[in-house]
């Protein structure tokens, strides 16, 4: 078997970093890429004992060109790309009328561009060979319709649409290249202390929130089970129901306690303080890596896993749902046996 590689964008911190320890412990060589030099080598170091090859790539996901020139000096240095994992990410949160034109522009240059040119130049080294992974990562059905995250949530829906698009066109070739979005709910990640926030206030996740490493195993999961989507925590299918039934009941829920839910106890910083620094523009400076400030769920080897849906099992679980929820309202009647004279 020849040896894997995997790249791994925003590879310096949360997800990323946590993605590449996992990877470099099944034996594959990385290639990490972001913006911040000194927590790319940092995140290097760390996979010194899995004895793998490494390689640390300074490059901007949202310049197109940056990628494609880096892909081939991956395939150079470290041989043929086998994974690719679209990880980098910013964050922007806040009223629609708060947050600035330029935060929204910026999200969907780094959230949704970044991902399209990870994919595109990955597709273009892996039709070479006619196989490969691409994994891109998106929002839980949870955490989509969130007020104050309308510019998270644009990108991500964007980059759902363009995987469901590109999809069939990787089929029509009959190449054995699989595209995988990975729906992720709260990640306890550092993006909650240098993400932009214009609430006022700070910010705490609803729901459940894991570690990490729990996305790391997801990601990794993917990868070997090759599948199209796959969805962690079985929290996200009565959501997904009410999105796709109950509209509306859902908006209302939203409007009455979506805010009030995600208000912390403090103040958020004003952009004019001296303090206050996000990484929308530019990478924040500091010994950042895996894990946020929050307490989470940490991800158990040997104990209990979070659920992980393939999109096969949640629209099984769903119809099992609806039919339930339509059974129980009256929807739908029971069956009628004719009685014995």
């Known amino acids: 078997m020849p040896q894997q590689v995997a790249v791994i964008t925003g590879a310096g911190s949360g997800i990323g970093r946590a993605t590449t320890r996992l990877l470099a412990e099944y034996g594959f060589d990385i290639a990490l890429m ?7 080598k940092a995140a290097a170091a ?34 043929a790309i086998t994974v690719w994992i679209n990880a980098a990410g910013v964050s922007a949160t806040g009223p629609v009328l708060s947050l600035e034109a330029s935060a929204y522009a910026q999200v969907m ?15 273009r080294v892996m039709r070479r060979r006619g196989e490969g992974q691409i994994v891109n990562i998106g929002l839980a ?31 029509a070739l009959s ?12 990640i306890n990640t550092p993006r909650w202390t240098w993400g932009r926030n214009r609430s006022g206030h ?23 089970s090759r599948q199209r989507d796959v969805t962690v925590g079985a929290s996200s299918i009565i959501p997904q129901f009410l999105s796709a039934f109950l509209p509306q009941l859902r908006d209302a829920f939203h409007a009455c306690r979506g805010v009030a839910r995600q208000r912390g106890l403090g103040k958020a910083n004003h952009p ?16 950042f890596a895996a894990h946020g400030p929050h307490e989470a769920r940490p991800f158990r080897p040997r104990g209990r896993k979070p659920v992980l849906l393939t999109h096969r099992l ?19 009647a029971p069956p009628r046996f004719p009685r014995k004279k």
């Open 109 to 123: 240059r780094v959230n949704y561009l970044g991902a399209v040119n990870g994919t595109r130049a990955a597709l």
């Open 202 to 224: 700070q910010l705490k996740p609803i729901g459940p929130i894991y570690e990490p490493e729990v996305a790391a195993h997801a990601i990794t999961r993917a990868i070997f």
């Open 175 to 186: 190449d054995r290249i699989t595209l995988t979005m990975v729906n992720l709910p709260w």
């Open 272 to 287: 004019s303080e001296a303090s206050h620094q996000d990484n929308l523009e530019q990478s924040v400076e500091g010994a």
């Open 46 to 79: 760390e996979l010194a004992p899995s004895d793998v090859k490494t390689l640390v790539v300074p490059v901007d996901v949202a310049d197109g060109e940056a990628l494609e020139a880096a892909a081939d000096q991956i395939e150079e240095k470290l041989g």
């Open 34 to 40: 972001g913006r911040d030099v000194k927590r790319l």
């Open 141 to 171: 059905p949870r955490l989509r319709g969130l007020p104050l995250q309308s510019a998270n949530n644009g990108a991500h829906a964007g980059l759902n649409a363009f995987c469901d698009c590109v999809r069939p066109e990787i089929r």
């Open 314 to 332: 949640r629209y099984i679980l769903g119809t099992i749902v609806t039919l339930a929820l339509f059974y129980a309202f009256g929807y739908v």
